[in-house]
């Protein structure tokens, strides 16, 4: 069906070698697939030898949006794919901010970046006009803020806006660097911050004005009100805005799912000083939104210091948490000091790394260097559990790279574990390093079988918590399960909506949604859609090198209790057995 939106089919292709760009027509992808994920593995299918390096030229970034982005609230993602420099194979990561808005209101749906510059350059795009920007000033600046600052002054615009940036862990080729957004935003996950590193792409600005039109003004404003109020009331996204996913220590802590001291524990003593609720008494500046959410689910901290050499002079600095991080940066570290959690994560965003990676890392080496597998040789400073003021200096040293081990460390847990050894209490799944769910079985295959291996791809955790204190299901159906759940999420990020509003944005809300926008699709079809962007990304990942025979399983989840008591290692092992025949499914 034609789109009502032509602007939407529009893919700006940015070769970054030859500082040439050109726009082309894609309306069979975005009338097929809706935009986001669906459109973006096309792309990256028609654009990337799947085997290439991920740090070369030769890699290649989709960032894609949606039908609905810009129309419906919380649909307010921007997707990015590529090929990991952590996993090695597909890569994938989710961002707020203005980032989606923009790119869509600046004319395109999709932006395709190919090639690699030979210096710095930072890309800039306003209504549709690309420019390509010297970087070499801002390459090395220690703080990714302070390029956010520049860039804002540098290119000022009287529309809505968006400033991507990598820090220094992307300019060095950190394989957990992140991308950072407007101020407190992310591409986290999976080393997009590398790619862009490799690639000398310092930064994006992307700006925007147009209009989005539909097609049915008087339908869209009915259902536009609904989803707006159910945003804004409903149990499912309140908790959201009010602790924030914060508001998870607790209730982990309570039945024993809080990965502590690098998942030695899945209860931390210190539990309630690092609570969602602790953290708004004590700490709570404010909440802000990405654009056009009403949810406003980023809380954001402020700290006040002294300003050094003066009386009654002091400095606050606003960081913005929630629960990964503090799981990450807390309790996995032993840290129950939120000031150290806030200076942790801060030095994330300073250097550009991924707060979940980071952490993981810091407690394998930190596990790694008490038993005497590394010493201070290699670590130069002495981790202790909960000592955070070391931790500051080690995230430097993993950016920095001073010897062999800061560099194989800035390579992941997963290569760290397989050079230096303590691969039992490497917290790593498919390569990626653990989210903070120890709840049970499900939440750890979920990890395991994921696209993305991250909690966001089928919610294992969920399921455990739905089975606690009750006998599961055998392992083929609780896959075959995380399966169709990870499936229906390919329309929620194809569309690219925001997972917090996953209990607004049903199967049938969505048809609805879609039809004032001149699309009919019912609900069978949509979830088709799903698994079949679902087949296409798993396809995608196995042609990159993904080998599910190959998925390691870390000793440590078998031997920590988790809420459901120790997992059954047969158990899981079953489970694996049912995804690798749904992965390389028998001739
Ligand atoms: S719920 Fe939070 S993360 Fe999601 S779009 Fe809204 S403000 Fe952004």
């Known amino acids: 069906m034609p789109l009502v939106d032509e602007q939407l089919a529009r893919v700006l292709r940015v070769d970054l070698t030859n500082k040439r760009y050109r ?102 795009v306003h209504d549709g006009r690309v420019e390509f920007k010297d970087a070499s000033a801002l390459w090395g600046v220690r703080s990714s803020l302070t390029i956010g600052k520049v860039l804002r002054e540098r290119e000022p615009w009287p529309g809505l806006r968006s400033i991507m940036r990598i820090g220094r862990a992307g300019e060095r080729l950190v394989r957990y660097a992140s991308v950072i957004l407007e101020t407190y935003r992310h591409f986290g996950r999976l080393g997009l911050g590398a790619v862009w590193g490799s690639k000398r792409l310092k930064a994006l600005v992307i700006g925007g004005r147009r209009a989005v039109p539909v097609a049915d003004v008087r339908g869209y404003r009915e259902i536009y009100k609904q989803i707006f109020e159910e945003c804004l009331r409903s149990p499912s996204t309140r908790k959201y805005h009010e602790l924030g996913t914060a508001e998870n220590v607790m209730p982990l802590n309570e039945i024993g799912g809080l990965p502590t001291r690098n998942l030695r524990s899945a209860r931390f003593e210190g539990a309630e000083l690092i609570s969602g609720e602790r953290f708004a008494k004590e700490s709570l500046a404010r909440r802000i939104a990405c654009a056009h959410c009403p949810i406003a689910c980023v809380h954001i901290a402020s700290i006040r210091e002294i300003y050094p050499g003066e009386k009654y002079f002091y400095v606050t600095r606003y960081i913005s948490y929630d629960y990964e991080p503090i799981y990450a940066l807390g309790s996995m570290l032993g840290v129950s000091e939120i000031e150290g959690i806030l200076k942790l994560i801060e030095q994330t965003d300073i250097l550009g790394l991924d707060a979940i990676s980071s952490g993981v890392a810091l407690a394998w080496a930190t596990e790694a260097f008490e038993r005497g597998v590394i010493s201070e040789r290699e670590t130069i400073v002495r981790p202790e559990w909960g000592d955070w003021r070391t931790y500051l200096k080690m995230l430097e040293l993993i950016v920095d790279q001073p010897n062999d081990f800061y560099g194989v460390l800035a390579e992941g847990t997963e290569r760290a574990s397989e050079r230096y050894g303590c691969q039992d209490c490497a917290l790593t799944f498919g390569g990626n390093e653990m989210p903070g769910y120890h709840t049970g079985p499900a939440s750890h295959i979920g990890y395991l079988i994921g696209l993305r291996h991250s909690h966001l791809d089928n919610a294992g955790y969920s399921l455990d918590q739905r089975y606690l204190g009750k006998s599961y299901p055998d392992p083929d159906a609780l896959v075959d399960e995380l399966v169709e759940e ?102």
């Open 486 to 587: 990870e499936s229906w999420r390919q329309v929620l990020t194809s569309l690219v909506i925001c997972l917090f509003a996953r209990g607004v944005y049903k199967p049938e809300m969505i048809s609805r949604a879609l039809k004032p926008l001149g699309i009919e699709i019912d609900e069978e079809d949509l979830r088709a859609l799903g698994r079949e962007i679902y087949r296409e990304k798993l396809d995608l990942k196995i042609r990159m090198g993904f080998d599910p025979s190959r998925l390691r399983v870390p000793r440590r989840i078998f031997e920590t209790p988790s809420p459901q008591g120790r997992i059954d290692e047969g158990y899981v092992m079953r489970a694996l057995d049912r995804y690798r025949r749904i992965a390389v499914p028998p001739h």
């Open 23 to 124: 726009v082309e027509r894609r309306d069979d992808l975005f009338s097929r697939y809706l935009g986001g994920t669906g459109v973006a593995v096309q792309l990256l299918k028609e654009n990337l030898n799947p085997r290439v390096d991920p740090l070369s030229p030769d890699n290649v970034v989709v960032m894609a949006v949606g039908v609905l982005t810009g129309v419906y609230p919380a649909a307010s993602k921007l997707v990015a794919m590529f090929k990991s420099p952590l996993t090695g194979n597909l890569g994938e990561s989710h961002a707020g901010g203005r980032a989606a808005l923009a790119l869509r209101m600046s004319g395109f749906g999709a932006l395709v970046l190919e090639g690699s510059s030979e210096t710095p350059i930072y890309l800039s």
